[in-house]
């Protein structure tokens, strides 16, 4: 059965820093293009950042553009989200989550997306 399973959420204040990694069982990520999105209480899941199959294609949302960082090892079968300079805006559940409709990172449609984490959630304190 395939699985996503986020780690290395928590708690930080504004300014700080995180590491987020997503680990895959059930199937193998290098034939999946990746995301992250992100949701707050009451409002809507949002698109964070995506990365191609071969990690040659990234993107950003503009609230976290040259603050995150996504990379990928598809050798160890994990994504990971770089955060830094984290703000209160920030604070959210992360999901991570693999298409195998969407390989180039075009965007971020959720219908796309058949397998999603359970979510890390990620507070940030002013």
């Known amino acids: 059965q395939p699985q996503l399973v986020e780690s290395g959420g928590g708690l930080v204040h504004s300014g700080g820093s995180l590491r987020l990694s997503c680990a895959a069982s059930g199937f193998t990520l290098r034939y999946y293009g990746l995301a992250w999105f992100r949701q707050a209480p009451g409002k809507e899941r949002e698109g964070v950042s995506c990365i191609s199959l071969r990690g040659g294609g990234t993107n950003y949302a503009d609230s976290v553009s040259g603050r995150f960082t996504i990379s990928r090892d598809n050798a160890k079968n994990m994504v990971y989200l770089q955060m830094n300079s984290l703000k209160p805006e920030d604070t959210a559940v992360y999901y991570c989550?693999?298409?195998?409709?969407?390989?180039?990172?075009?965007?971020?449609?959720?219908?796309?997306?058949?397998?999603w984490g359970q979510g890390t959630q990620v507070t940030v304190s002013s």
């Open positions: 989550a693999a298409t195998n409709l969407d390989y180039y990172c075009s965007g971020y449609v959720p219908s796309n997306y058949a397998y």
